[in-house]
């Protein structure tokens, strides 16, 4: 049987670095501070947002939430990151997705000061991730990164398959790994034979949203699987993509739902919050000492 990927294990041991890293900045006067962007109601978002504003409280962040009715005109969104933009306590900005329909997402987003996109959403951000320079990975794939990273499992020259390919997760994903010169293809619902492609995977990353989308058959033996997807079952239970019982059996490493990508998830959204808050403060000190005429010697 496979062995299991704990991601809460591996969340919380990236959280403890972070903790080191923001007794650090704060040791030089700075607070890391993460400021969420929510327009309208949508009830699982609210979760979404309480738990970011839970793991900044539990990692020493600053974070606070702008809430705005579904109602609230674009423009006065707009001027709220404007304001953010130029807030000094402020080193992360997210809008939370999705968006009441009439807003243009992508003129929110692209309104975020690159500096502060931490959830690397703007188009800057994803063109770097296409050459391979990503400063801010989104949060998600990100975490999937760490998970093979912590399990020590190789990526250069796998073969990557993604299920999946949508902006957020599997087209960033495929690009991460593919930085990583591993062989990627990335599968999506007008796939035809999802199974060919998926039987080629060392590497097996699912997110489509698809309870038991993926079956042992589909799946190497020795493959290792990662479950991206949360689907609430009609009785209440949480599962992913995978078909985890048959699959763990075949797998040699997988992913369980809950307990594998999602913790990953916000500790990501974090990591690049601190990141954030080191590159401007390494940029404010540098400014300072060339406003001050001195030599810059790093
Ligand atoms: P999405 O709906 O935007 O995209 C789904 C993708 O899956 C699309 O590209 C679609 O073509 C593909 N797809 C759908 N059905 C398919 C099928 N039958 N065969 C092959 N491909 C299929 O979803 P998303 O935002 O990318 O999220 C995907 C899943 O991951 C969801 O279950 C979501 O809840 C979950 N998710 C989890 C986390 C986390 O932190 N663990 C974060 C984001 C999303």
């Not at 700075?30 to 699982?44: I, Q, T």
């Not at 939370?96 to 692209?110: A, K, S």
């Not at 009609?234 to 999602?262: C, M, N, Q, Y």
């Not at 400014?287 to 005429?293: E, K, L, P």
């Amino acid at each position: 049987a496979a062995k299991i990927i704990d991601g809460v294990a591996v969340a919380a041991k990236v959280r403890a670095g972070y903790r080191a890293r923001v007794e650090g900045l704060k040791a030089r006067g700075v607070v890391p501070g993460l400021a969420v962007v929510m327009v309208g109601e949508n009830p699982a978002s609210q979760v979404y947002v309480g738990n970011k504003v839970k793991a900044c409280r539990e990692v020493g962040l600053h974070s606070e939430v702008h809430s705005f009715p579904a109602d609230t005109p674009q423009e006065e969104v707009l001027q709220a990151i404007q304001a953010l933009n130029a807030d000094p306590a402020i080193h992360g900005i997210i809008v939370q997705l999705p968006l009441p329909p009439h807003y243009n997402m992508r003129r929110l987003l692209e309104a975020i000061d690159l500096s502060k996109d931490v959830d690397g959403f703007h188009l800057y951000n994803v063109g770097g991730l296409v050459i391979g320079e990503t400063v801010f990975p989104p949060c998600t794939p990100y975490g999937v990164q760490v998970l093979l990273e912590h399990a020590g499992i190789p990526i250069e020259g796998q073969n990557v398959v993604v299920v999946g390919a949508s902006n957020i997760v599997g087209k960033p994903m495929a690009l991460m790994l593919l930085a990583k010169e591993a062989t990627v293809a990335i599968c999506h619902v007008k796939t035809r034979e999802l199974a060919q492609f998926t039987i080629l995977a060392d590497i097996l990353v699912v997110a489509a949203g698809r309870p038991k989308l993926i079956t042992a058959p589909m799946v190497k033996r020795g493959a290792v699987v990662i479950d991206v997807g949360i689907n609430r079952l009609p009785d209440g239970r949480l599962v992913g993509d995978v078909d985890f019982d048959a699959v763990k059996e075949k797998a040699s490493w997988i992913t369980p739902v809950p307990g594998g990508v999602g913790p990953m998830t916000v500790t990501m959204l974090l990591g690049n919050t601190i990141a954030a808050a080191e590159r401007q403060l390494e940029r404010t000190l540098l400014q300072g000492s060339v406003a001050a005429g001195r030599t810059v010697i790093d």
